[in-house]
């Protein structure tokens, strides 16, 4: 009995103390979100920073530490090149979070994919929005004044007008980065 407890203490696998996590930058497939790539990947990790606490409470590590295209070249001394997120994270032995956004005429679509050092999906988020369409029947009042032998009268009359729709387009909040990051975390089961 004894044998198969030190077995078992000895088997275990220890998380790593510190697990390094790869902020890439995001994949855009809107032009008009673009020029605001540095803004989303500088708001992806701050919220990853917000977030960390549930990789140490799933028992994978007792630190987090965070890296974006600033900062990974640096702090792991590597040649790899960072283009390629997840094969460098594999060579390089640490997790990588992928950002997918999404955007048509009507749904903008968030997806954030978490994977550590084998490139093993552990977790997965996406938040979406969707265009919305108000409508209003305009309604015009005319009164008409008329002279009639008894009197003036006043006649109204109403005139109902077709629909105006518009449309709002739907759109990529940073709230909604932050709930798809939030979730992305929480959901990382534990060892």
Known sequence: MMFLFLFSLLSSAEPPEIQKIYVAPPTIHDEV??????YLNSLLLSSALTNDHWV????RAEEVR???????EYALDTTCNYHYPLKCGNENFHWVMITDIFTTEHFATIVVKLYDENTQLIASASKSSYSIEKCKKPIKNTIIKRETPYGQSKEE???ELPEKCITFKPSVLDKDIKQAVTILFASIHPL
Not at 33 to 38: A, D, H, N
Not at 66 to 72: E, F, M, P, R, S
């Open 33 to 38: 979100l673009v020029p605001y790539q540095r």
């Open 157 to 159: 009359i109403k005139e």
């Open 66 to 72: 965070l890296y974006d295209t600033h900062t990974i």
């Open 56 to 59: 140490k409470r799933s028992g």
